[in-house]
């Protein structure tokens, strides 16, 4: 399985970014998709995930209404709209892929994970 990750830029705070997530290898079928994001000089924290059957949706509660994950289970493709960014949100922004669990916030759960795409915020 490999994973690619794009859509990070530069953006003023207050705007918006979609990231994209393409999944590629085997047969695709996992349990969640899931977006993560590492600040420099911090751990890598949760953002949100998705289940891939089922559609069903998980955000963290710092982030709920700002940003939503959504997937695409033709294309294998998961995406991250991002509205109303702050200098906060600024960030190396990664896709990862579990198949073993439904909506975990572990990053430890994940067995696939992208490169990485930076998001930065600008004032």
């Known amino acids: 399985v490999q994973l690619q990750a794009y859509g990070g830029g530069l953006v003023q705070a207050g705007g918006s970014l979609r990231l994209s997530c393409a999944a590629s290898?085997?047969?695709?079928?996992?349990?969640?998709m899931g977006w993560f994001r590492q600040a420099p000089g911090k751990e890598r924290e949760f953002v949100a995930a998705i289940s891939w059957s089922g559609g069903i949706t998980l955000h963290a509660d710092s982030l709920k209404g700002r940003f939503t994950i959504s997937r695409d289970v033709a294309m294998n493709m998961v995406y991250l709209q991002m509205n109303g960014l702050r200098l906060e949100d600024t960030a190396v922004y990664y896709c990862a892929a579990d198949f073993s669990r439904i909506l975990s916030r572990d990053r430890r759960t994940y067995d696939y994970w992208g490169q990485g795409t930076l998001v930065t915020v600008s004032s």
């Open positions: 290898g085997r047969t695709f079928n996992p349990s969640s």
